[in-house]
């Protein structure tokens, strides 16, 4: 039995020397288009990192200026609201109390004109009392 070692073994090839030369020929051109297409995406790669940086520090910026407004927000509508319960009390009316104008042809109720009570004391039922 005899052992051979498949990398030194001599076999035919089906391509000419001429067509071997050619298609080592395309695959570098293939490999030199390769290698400008890989630097083409590590730039673009890079400009998009460089891009996402800017946006990123855009956004922190935003979000600090959102914090103060929110701040400044809060304050102002404490203060809104301190205003309107003061505008409610300088615009509140006051009556006197227990003080009634009497229109003269009005005719006003009991001690003066006309008996109010509960019904049952009007019907005479005994026993309910006013609460």
Sequence with gaps: MSLTIPWLHVGKHRLSPRQLIQKIGRLERAL????CDGMDLATQVSELKAERNRLKAELDQVVIELGDMHVE??????????????????????????????????APTHPQGIGVMPLWEALGIPGQRAA
Excluded: S
């Excluded at 009634?100 to 042809?105: L, S, V």
């Design 32 to 35: 030199d288009r390769a290698k």
């Design 73 to 106: 927000l809060a304050a102002q509508t404490a203060e809104l609201l301190q205003l309107r319960a003061f505008k409610a009390n300088v615009l509140a009316v006051d009556a006197p109390a227990g003080h009634r104008d009497i229109d003269p042809g009005d």
